[in-house]
Structure formats: structure tokens, C-alpha cells
């Protein structure tokens, strides 16, 4: 299994295309496609954000006050979420992970899709 994690912007078309070219590549190729879409609010993302195992995986989140700089501007110009209907390919879930911890998602994810 190949995991693809993006961050786009709804309101952003060419955000879409890169989404489509993508699925392109991996259906030519034979992989079955899970899209997985995680909202939390925004309070819960900015202290998730200075966690240590996210800081230790993720290097962009390790300058705290452009990390939440960043969060705050995306937030105020993009749509970071879909709309209800928006995303209809038959594996789609849309989990708000505001109040689970990342084995709960994780176990939802596997139990919605049978893996």
C-alpha cells in the first residue's frame, strides 16, 4: 500500500487538477484509491502542531511561529475542507479528528474500508 498525503485548496482549481493527475497515475497503474479527508479546529491543529512526535516527523512545523503563522494565512485565504458533495469517488471518508486520537482515525479508517 502507497499512502499520499496532500494539503490543498478547495477553492483552488489547479489544486484539483493535481489531485486528478495524481489519481491518474496510480488507477494506470492498477492501485485502488482511499481518499481519507481530516478536519479538526483550528485551536486543536495549532497545539497538535507543537507536539513533539509531529515536530520530530514533520520539519516545516519545527519554526512554531511560521508554522502557525502559515495555518492562520492558509485558513484565512483558502477552503481547506470540501464541500458536502464535493469529493464523490466511492472511497471517501471525511473524519473530524478534533476530539480522536491518531489510533482511533487510524482504526476507523481501516474498519470504513475493510483493510
Known amino acids: 500500500m502507497t499512502e499520499v498525503t496532500s494539503k ?7 489544486d484539483w487538477s493535481h489531485i486528478d493527475e495524481m489519481c491518474h497515475i496510480f488507477r494506470a497503474a492498477g ?4 481518499f ?4 479538526a479546529d483550528v485551536n486543536v491543529r495549532l497545539e497538535r502542531n507543537r507536539m513533539p512526535d509531529r515536530l520530530a516527523e514533520k520539519p ?7 508554522s502557525e ?3 492562520l494565512e492558509s485558513i484565512g485565504h483558502y477552503r481547506l475542507n470540501s ?5 464523490r469517488e466511492t ?3 471525511r473524519i473530524n479528528n478534533t476530539n480522536l486520537s491518531a489510533a482511533q482515525v487510524a482504526q476507523k479508517i481501516k474498519n470504513t474500508f475493510h483493510l
Do not use: C, M, S, W
Open 60 to 66: 516545516t512545523k519545527r519554526n512554531i511561529k511560521q
Open 8 to 14: 490543498d485548496a478547495g477553492n483552488q482549481p489547479e
Open 83 to 87: 464541500q458536502p458533495g464535493e469529493i
Open 31 to 34: 492501485a485502488t484509491i482511499y
Open 69 to 71: 503563522q502559515n495555518l
Open 36 to 39: 481519507v479527508e481530516l478536519e
Open 91 to 93: 472511497n471517501y471518508l
